[in-house]
């Protein structure tokens, strides 16, 4: 694995995208981008609404902060405007005259304006040729093509943007970036495209966006994440890249705990999300080493396996994977179990506090003999069933889907029941309860799998979810004077496992529960 590079000399610049209705208002962003990390800001103009074209660029361009691209994108185009084409083009030309450090021109236009003589160039002005794709991503040949022709416009930077309906058209746009000698802009809208993004200062990109604080755009990373996380300015292309595979991807935390881990043991990673549709054609395209290793969230930890070309005994005996790892001496993909071990010790830890507060020691499991309510029976009850079985806890399933909770039942020795009986369930005294459902997880946060009534009965109950940290399950269970185990504390021991197989190396254990402590 390698390490961090000596200086942040990224080429790859931080722009953030300005869409304020007003002059007042996009001056006061201009002012919060730079603030907030960004080197350049991109005007929409054709926000702004009643714009007076020379005044208002004047008052912008001499009230700007950082350089500034002025960008005005006619409704065809994926903007706003649906005035007078004519009209349209005086403004992007006003812009030239009056100095902006760079002009946006879609290739359409600037194939015309070249046929007439070269007009846009104007001073200092860089101009970037645009163009945008909707529908599928066009090949890597079709790219290149596009590539040529926007060249030939005399473009000072090029800039293709998609709205791909698959993480796997990325890497046509990676290929895009790299194969270039010119300044390219590359990226795809929408979360599916967020790696785009993210890994363009991997693949060489000008440009990688981030948003304001206060202003989300789908698709798009913060610019404080950009900064704080991410920190964009240390990837080069010896970057090694580690994803968390899920669907959906939004409510992951793995990268501000990765990401400052990797910088902290000096080691030249990066840890993004995907938006995985399909699990199949994602491993056929992402194939090559720069993709190490992956985390497995929801829905895919049990369908994983099958793509993994060996699996550790634990996992294989679990039926799921929330860990991936490339091989670097064969590229094969192995896939292990962090899971299981992480929310276990959790519950463990917990209940044998509360036994030494009480004065009671023992070196039997706190786990053995009481009966285990566990409510889910996919990949991360998995992992809790066969961890609570290892301990000599009986269990109890509950899943939507009753034959999954027989088939789990009958692997650990347990009891199935059917969901629909979960809110009448009458648990033993003193048993305990574990979520592994997204019932609770953001939005729908007010929502609990069993009956509020019932909580009492419980001496612990675990949360799987962790995004809230306290979910309205552990509220009301501590409410009711239970135990409560955050899905945070397995969050934060199923990551350190994942950290010493993705580096070979022991993670920073402290280092790391800072992070959570502080940031979630």
């Known amino acids: 694995m390698g390490s961090l590079p000596l200086s942040s000399d990224s080429p790859t610049m931080v722009c953030a995208p300005i869409m304020g209705e007003s002059v007042d208002q996009v001056i006061d962003e201009m002012h919060k981008a730079k603030a907030q990390g960004a080197d350049v800001v991109e005007v929409r103009l054709d926000c702004i609404k009643h714009f007076q074209a020379h005044q208002d660029l004047e008052i912008i361009l001499k009230s700007k902060p950082l350089p500034i691209i002025i960008v005005y994108r006619p409704k065809c185009e994926g903007g706003l405007y649906e005035g007078d084409e004519t009209a349209r083009l005086e403004a992007l030309h006003s812009a030239l005259k009056l100095g902006a450090d760079y002009v946006d021109f879609e290739l359409k236009v600037a194939s015309e304006l070249m046929s007439k003589q070269n007009r846009f160039h104007c001073g200092g002005t860089k101009v970037i040729v645009s163009c945008f794709l909707d529908g599928m991503t066009p090949s890597k040949e079709e790219l290149s093509n596009l590539a040529a022709h926007m060249q030939a416009t005399g473009a000072d930077i090029i800039k293709v943007v998609t709205s791909a309906s698959n993480i796997t058209e990325l890497t046509r746009l990676f290929d895009l970036l790299s194969c270039n000698q010119m300044p390219v802009v590359a990226y795809s809208v929408g979360e599916r495209g967020l790696i785009s993004q993210l890994l363009s200062p991997k693949f060489g990109g000008t440009l990688v966006y981030g948003s304001i604080e206060g202003k989300v755009v789908p698709g798009l990373p913060t610019l404080e994440s950009l900064r704080k996380a991410y920190r964009i300015e240390y990837i080069d292309s010896n970057t090694k890249v580690f994803g968390l595979i899920s669907k959906p991807v939004g409510h992951s935390k793995g990268p501000i705990l990765h990401n400052p881990t990797f910088r902290h043991m000096n080691i030249n990673g990066l840890y993004v999300p995907m938006f ?34 060996e699996v ?13 790892v490339r091989r670097p001496s064969d590229g094969k993909l192995i896939g292990y179990n962090t899971d299981c071990e992480a929310s276990v010790t959790a519950i463990e830890d917990a209940l044998q506090e509360c036994q030494c507060i009480n004065g009671k020691q023992s070196l039997v499991s706190p786990l053995s003999g009481k009966e285990f309510v566990l409510v889910g029976a996919g990949g991360a009850g998995r992992a809790l069933a066969f961890g609570a079985k290892t301990r000599g806890a009986r269990i109890i399933i509950f899943d939507i889907d ?33 979520n592994a459902t997204p019932i609770g997880m953001h939005p729908n946060k007010d929502r609990i799998p069993v009956s509020e009534a019932s909580l009492g009965v419980f001496q612990l109950v675990f949360d799987a979810v962790y995004t809230p940290r306290k979910t309205t399950l552990l509220k009301e269970a501590e409410a009711a004077g239970a135990i409560i185990v955050s899905g945070v504390e397995m969050f934060l021991r199923q990551a350190i496992g994942q950290f010493d197989l993705f580096t070979g190396r022991k993670a920073p254990k402290e280092f790391m529960r800072e992070i959570v402590l502080a940031k979630f």
């Open 276 to 309: 995985v549709d399909n699990l199949k054609e994602f491993f056929e395209v992402y194939s090559t080493p720069d993709f190490a290793g992956f985390s497995v969230g929801f829905p895919y930890k049990e369908a994983v396996i099958q793509f993994c070309d």
């Open 402 to 434: 009753f034959e999954r909770a027989k088939k789990l039942a009958h692997a650990v020795s347990g009891e199935a029941r059917p969901y629909g009986d979960l809110p009448y369930f009458q648990p033993e005294k003193g048993s305990i309860l574990a």
């Open 312 to 324: 550790n005994p634990l996992a294989q005996s679990i039926g799921a994977v929330n860990t991936i």
